[in-house]
């Protein structure tokens, strides 16, 4: 039994990590200042330490005896970041390396494993992205999950920090917030279309996105921690399959036996057409199997949110 700290661990991810951790029988503590997490997310049994990734006396009374730490504490929102750059900033970038300046002053390596983010890629040249595709990230949110990733990398090479990156594409499942301005597609649409309410598309809905279940996301968090590959390599965390925003009304409305009733908004500013990733590496390097398909998950998702007919 060892005890993991979880940065963010009342968040959406984060409880669900939180949880498959405690029951593989280790103990958890977690570091969030519950500006968009939840007290209620966390599992019971888990340590909450209410407070901020970017406050360095915080986070070594943090890190104090862990045998590793999943970072995923962030402003998890491409929106905020554009109104609120220098805040979010100090978030998503200066709390990443918070934590390894942290690590670093303690002297022990505690290894690392991190949440980075599609969004580092930007508007792809080509489909799937694979790790090695050009990083052109196009929101500041994007810039700072790529500058953690340089960070990491020096964290590293230079201080000898245990450090594994994982770049989710658009992960969905239960606890996410479906009120929330910044909430993804997914549970708004299950949430509206379970209340047998219109739901809007902006822009023609062709867009296509990569769904990725929580627990599989959970699977490649706890397989980063327990392989730790050298080098702070960064994996993808996708399936490989792209689905429209259209495809994914009909999808859930299926679900929830509703013929979903589809209303059309402008299309976005600066939003990306299609974004699939490549698995393959990430599913290799850590041992994973064959993500949850886009159908299962979702049925899991509206049974675990108690949303279906
Ligand atoms: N959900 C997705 O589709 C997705 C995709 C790519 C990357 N990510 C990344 O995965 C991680 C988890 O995302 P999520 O969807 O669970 O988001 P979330 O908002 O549910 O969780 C983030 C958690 O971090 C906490 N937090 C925010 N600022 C903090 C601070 N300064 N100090 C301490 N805690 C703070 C919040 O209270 C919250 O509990 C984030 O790093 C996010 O950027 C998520």
């Not at 910044?182 to 708004?188: A, C, D, E, K, R």
């Not at 036996?257 to 490549?278: L, M, N």
Request: net charge neutral; hydrophobic share 40%.
């Amino acid at each position: 039994m060892k005890t993991f700290l979880v940065t963010g661990g009342c968040g959406f991810i984060g409880s669900h990590l939180c949880e498959a951790l405690l029951a593989g029988g280790h103990s958890v503590r977690v570091l969030d200042d519950l500006s968009s997490g939840k007290r209620e997310n966390l599992p019971p049994g888990a340590g909450l330490i209410e407070g901020n990734v970017g406050d360095p006396a915080t986070v070594r009374e943090a890190l104090a005896g862990v045998a590793g730490c999943f970072h995923l504490a962030a402003i998890a929102s491409v929106e905020r970041g554009v109104r609120e750059w220098l805040a979010t900033h100090l978030t998503n970038l200066g709390g990443t390396v918070t934590l390894f300046d942290a690590i670093a002053m303690v002297g022990t390596p505690i290894p690392v494993v991190y949440a980075s983010s599609a969004a580092v890629y930007g508007e792809p040249a080509a489909l799937p992205l694979a790790e090695d595709a050009e990083k052109r990230p196009l929101s500041a949110y994007g810039a700072d999950k790529y500058g953690s990733e340089l960070h990491a990398a020096v964290a590293t090479h230079v201080h000898r920090i245990p450090t594994v990156g994982l770049r989710f594409f658009n992960v969905y499942g239960p606890r996410q917030d479906p009120h929330s301005p910044y909430s993804g597609v997914v549970s708004i649409f299950a949430e509206r279309l379970a209340r047998r309410l219109p739901v809007t598309i902006y822009g023609d809905g062709g867009q296509t996105r990569d769904f990725v279940f929580v627990a599989d996301v959970v699977r490649a968090l706890t397989a980063a921690m327990k392989r730790l590959p050298p080098g702070a390599p960064v994996f993808n965390v996708c399936t490989g399959v792209g689905v429209s925003v259209r495809e994914l009304a009909e999808r859930i409305g299926v679900v929830c036996g509703v013929a979903p009733e589809i209303r059309h908004g402008p299309a976005r500013d600066g939003e990306i057409r299609h974004s699939v990733g490549d698995p393959e590496h990430g599913r290799r390097a850590l041992g994973l199997g064959m993500p949850v398909p886009i159908g299962e998950g979702l049925a899991r998702l509206l049974a675990a949110s108690r949303l279906t007919a």
